[in-house]
């Protein structure tokens, strides 16, 4: 670099003075189990985690304090009866729970005190809670409880119960676990804004139960709670190739409720489902969360879940047995209406044909409001492209749906109306993927655009991450990403929200960076791993799709797909640095490993599906099933390490020593550098994946380079491919080529996709395929984690994980002037920015408080980091905002 001009010395002086002010050190972001004050939780030793705010550079936490006790003013006197850590020195921000035993439906109050790097002690945190749930079975009091056994009964059932309380309230919580979905009520109001409650689990083995504060619920005198079931996966009565309507689980909806009462007295009252309940059919007449929703307006029972209903026409309740011998917490976060979204436009057809397009496509429902006379029916048909002549196109996504009449048409809600002025209707238990809603009417109806809103559905977890490039087309491309990503969460991850709603574990494996870069995501994974462990078979083999009725067994599955339960629980551990997931599944992987070195004893396995749905050129199945089981047995091998497990550790890294030299005996021509033909995928993922030999790496990243140029610099890939591409390259020196793929706008690309109007990722690249073409597939979508990795160069260090020590590798990539990446880790927020200026790269680097970064030089040369000259391609920096120059 030459020497610092005098714009740029005032500059560094400002940056210095403005980075540098008044110590204020703070706690911040306190979680336990990685939500905000939860209740009904059910770990005996919860975890604690918090952050530290402090802006000077090199902040960090050098001892901590933590405090726990059921009275908060306690904690304000430095007192912690259940729990006093006493002071430690630790930089750690992450605790586990082990102070005096905690005790069911009791709600505890935690705080933590940090000392600074200079010593400095700040005790003046934020009181958090946490209150516990059942945490045991026996602590139910409550009946199962339904109105039939009748699966092929469609109407949803209502129940209801009357209460009196003659005391002054001081707290009320609702316990509520149920086979089915459910919407809860107390004196006519629904309770929380959750949707599609309980998350879907493998019924027959584990359910769900939610927690609701329901104090400011329940009144002094009559009181009534009502609760309305849904079908959900429980009782699948529409019929497709998955055969979810054969569910061993499979039965009508049934439901156990427990309403805890503490009165100011002390005393404790629980108000519990029985046999003294009433039940009765509701208005909504059908509902499949696979198709849709039929609604009865005529059938309405005003006021049917408030005390002074008249519920002497109602059945009796039967009792039913408990669904399994498994119900515990939903401890993540829950799926909700996120957004909504207005419709952008309206075409009228006739007076009983209108389209409405909300511009964009999603997940979720839509919601019309209008009058009409009694018994008019409307037909909401939801879809995400258009026919030539403007109708609504549902042959994209129909394909699997195997209908037995004509009764139950797909993503289609039917509504009558009750001819009783003004109505909304929104399903209560059903979601779908659409852009299109094409209402149709038998009688004229009279409809504008603001009839009907749609509402983005899906697991509302907190946002974690950002891009913002100077090219459009990438903007556009990380915004249609986590759409898709979105669109594909739903207490599991799914494929798509419209043809299947599976847990296609491929598609899952794929994403999971791009899911963990933008957003909080741990409460949903550690969720759908223990799916993955009331799945897996005692031989160590799971389904392709998780959950299943069974399904998945046979086909689908394997190291392409399956190794989900390695690559998950890995990449959970290198972003929050949290060891729970892989002790918790640490068996499950060496049982799934095993199987394959049982059954395939070379250490080359032809056990998968390959490289799904690819461009034009197909791979062998066995070089990237193998490539998925070398990186499940090093997966394995690493986490033994962690977890102190000696021998496995050796075990398992002779397992993937021996697979590695298989492979490449077979698969590598040493001399030219090529795997098998060379086609993109054939070397991207031995590249991506690490089982090239370190000697070999340049020459096959080289040839690499060649093909993708060979190729016009366009995709040649299928689902595992697009995994390693962009990877490989900007991994091993051929970033620009990476970008040049990306930033692509020409078939086959994902910039492609957008300049024909996309706004989610495809499942095919042709946007005219005749099968395989869902709309909103996620399954493309590493390149959302591309992004923070080859271009803003936001690693996680996996020797100090959860981004304690962060590695900021970013390229500069010929097309783009300007590129921020944005995460926010356990830590706090990473920001890593560069713009040119001129000859020049500008770098505005933040570090959170309390870790530690190494920075990448991206070329030759030396650099100026906060106006001090600094030689090396290594740069050591501390918490902090910081401003390099290249």
């Given at each position: ?854 920075f990448h030089v991206p070329g030759k040369g030396s650099a100026l980091v906060n106006g001090k000259v600094t030689d090396g391609q290594e740069i050591k920096l501390s918490s902090g905002k910081h401003l390099i120059i290249w």
């Open positions: 670099m030459n020497l610092i001009t005098l714009r740029q010395s005032i500059f560094f002086a400002c940056f210095v003075a403005a980075t540098n002010g008044v110590a204020q050190t703070k706690v911040s972001n306190t979680q336990t189990e990685y939500l905000q004050n939860p209740i009904g939780i059910d770990n005996p030793n919860p975890r604690f985690n918090w952050q530290m705010h402090d802006n000077r550079q090199g902040a960090k936490q050098t001892a901590y304090r933590v405090l726990v006790d059921t009275d908060s003013l306690a904690l304000t006197r430095t007192q912690g009866k259940v729990w006093n850590t006493a002071w430690v020195k630790s930089a750690q921000n992450q605790l586990i729970f082990s102070g005096q035993p905690l005790k069911p439906f009791t709600k505890y109050y935690w705080k933590v005190d940090i000392a600074d790097q200079q010593g400095k002690k700040t005790t003046n945190g934020p009181i958090s809670s946490f209150e516990m749930g059942m945490m045991e079975m026996k602590n139910w009091k409550g009946s199962w409880i339904s109105d039939t056994e009748n699966t092929k009964l469609k109407p949803a059932p209502y129940f209801r119960y009357a209460f009196n309380t003659n005391k002054k309230v001081k707290s009320a919580r609702a316990y509520i676990a149920v086979g089915g979905l459910y919407e809860l009520s107390i004196n006519g109001k629904k309770i929380g804004n959750h949707r599609m409650d309980p998350m879907y689990t493998r019924f027959d083995r584990r359910n769900l139960y939610v927690t609701y504060d329901v104090t400011q619920n329940v009144i002094s005198g009559k009181n009534a709670i009502g609760v309305l079931l849904g079908n959900g996966w429980y009782n699948h009565q529409s019929t497709a190739v998955w055969y979810f309507d054969r569910a061993p689980w499979r039965n009508r909806p049934t439901f156990c409720l427990d309403l805890r009462i503490t009165y100011e007295d002390g005393s404790v009252e629980t108000i519990r489902s029985g046999k003294d309940w009433k039940t009765e059919l509701s208005p909504v007449i059908f509902n499949s969360i696979y198709t849709a929703e039929h609604y009865d307006a005529r059938l309405e029972k005003k006021g049917w879940d408030k005390a002074d209903f008249d519920d002497s026409q109602w059945k009796n309740v039967i009792y039913r047995s408990v669904p399994s011998k498994n119900i515990t917490a939903q401890a993540l976060h829950p799926i909700r209406n996120v957004e909504e979204i207005k419709a952008k436009s309206i075409r009228k057809f006739n007076d009983t044909t209108y389209l409405f397009d909300l511009g964009r496509n999603i997940s979720g429902v839509s919601k019309i409001t209008l009058d009409g006379a009694t018994g008019t029916t409307l037909r909401l048909k939801h879809g995400e492209r258009l026919y030539p002549n403007g109708h609504v196109d549902l042959s994209n996504i129909d394909a699997h749906y195997r209908p037995t009449d004509n009764t139950d048409p797909f993503q289609t809600d039917i509504i009558t109306l009750s001819g009783q002025g003004s109505q909304s209707f929104m399903p209560h238990f059903n979601y779908k993927g659409f852009q299109y809603v094409e209402v149709t009417s038998n009688k004229p109806i009279n409809l504008d655009v603001n009839s009907l809103v749609g509402y983005f559905m899906h697991s509302d977890v907190p946002v974690k991450g950002s891009i913002h490039a100077s090219e459009p087309i990438i903007n556009k491309i990380y915004y249609a990403t986590n759409n898709s990503y979105l669109s594909n969460l739903f207490g599991y991850p799914t494929d798509c929200p419209q043809r299947e709603k599976n847990g296609w574990t491929g598609d899952a494996q794929i994403a999971i960076e791009t899911g963990l870069y933008g957003f909080d995501g741990i409460t949903i994974y550690e969720k759908w791993l223990a799916d993955h462990r009331d799945e897996q078979q005692p031989n160590g083999v799971l389904p392709s799709i998780i959950p299943t009725d069974g399904w998945g067994y046979e086909w689908g599955n394997g190291p392409d797909w399956t190794s989900t339960i390695a690559i998950i629980p890995w990449n959970v551990y290198l972003f929050y640095g949290d060891t729970k997931i892989l002790k918790d599944n640490y068996e499950n992987i060496k049982k799934y490993v095993n199987h394959i070195d049982e059954v395939y004893p070379t250490g080359l396995t032809t056990w998968g599906l390959g490289d799904w749905i690819p461009v034009k050129s197909k791979s062998p199945v066995e070089l990237t099933s193998t490539c998925y089981y070398y990186a499940d047995a090093v997966i394995l091998a690493k986490t033994a390490k962690i977890l102190g497990k000696t021998a496995d550790f050796e075990k398992y890294t002779a397992l993937s020593k021996k697979i590695k030299e298989a492979f490449n005996t077979k698969y590598l021509n040493k001399q030219t550098g090529i795997y098998a033909t060379g086609i993109q995928t054939e070397m991207s993922v031995p590249l991506y994946w690490g089982i090239v030999p370190a000697e070999s790496q340049a020459l096959v990243a080289k040839n690499l380079a060649k093909r993708v140029e060979a190729d016009g610099f366009h995709l040649d890939v299928g689902l595992l491919g697009t995994k390693a591409i962009l990877n490989a390259l900007s991994e091993n020196g051929y970033s620009d080529v990476a970008y040049k793929i990306a930033a692509q706008k020409t078939y086959p690309s994902w910039g492609w996709w957008m300049e024909n109007g996309a706004t989610t990722l495809y499942e095919n690249w042709p946007i005219d395929a005749k099968s395989d073409i869902s709309m909103n597939h996620i399954m493309f979508g590493e390149i959302g984690a591309w992004l923070y990795k080859g271009i803003g160069g936001i690693k996680p260090d996996q020797n100090e994980p959860g981004f304690k020590r962060i590695i900021l590798e970013p390229h500069i990539v010929n097309g783009l002037n300007f590129f921020e990446a944005s995460h926010t880790g356990p830590y706090g927020q990473i920001i890593a920015n560069w713009k040119r200026d001129g000859q020049k790269i500008q770098f505005d680097i933040t570090i959170p408080p309390n870790s530690t970064a190494t």
